[in-house]
């Protein structure tokens, strides 16, 4: 008895790919990376990865990442020289370990801060 021939297998449609999700949510507004975590659905330490190919990008496109650096709670240390996008594990004036989050927004050229 020969087998009827399968249906081709045809792929799910994606629609947007992870990071121009990121970049419109960061077009409306600042978000820390466990907030963009949340709303695209991938694991937060990957943010920083995203962050960092999206940053490269939007050079090339008149565009700029702010970034609201992470502070220390305790001391109110401010990491502004921090290259590293991702949260600092610890505080290097106090040592503490609860440090606020840092937040990024996407502007492109031509819009004001506000």
Not at 52 to 80: M, Y
């Amino acid at each position: 008895m020969p087998s009827s021939p399968r249906p081709p297998v045809v792929p799910a449609f994606r629609g947007e790919t992870v990071r121009q999700r990121i970049v419109d949510l960061l077009r409306g507004s600042s978000l820390t990376p466990r907030e963009i975590s949340a709303e695209v659905g991938i694991q937060e330490k990957e943010v920083a990865r995203h962050l960092e190919h999206i940053r490269k990008s939007l050079q090339s496109a008149e565009g700029r990442l702010e970034i609201d650096p992470a502070t220390c709670r305790k001391c109110g240390f401010v990491f502004t020289k921090r290259e590293r996008l991702d949260r600092p594990g610890r505080c290097p004036v106090c040592r503490g370990q609860s440090i606020a989050e840092p937040r990024f927004l996407i502007r492109m050229r031509g819009e004001e801060a506000g």
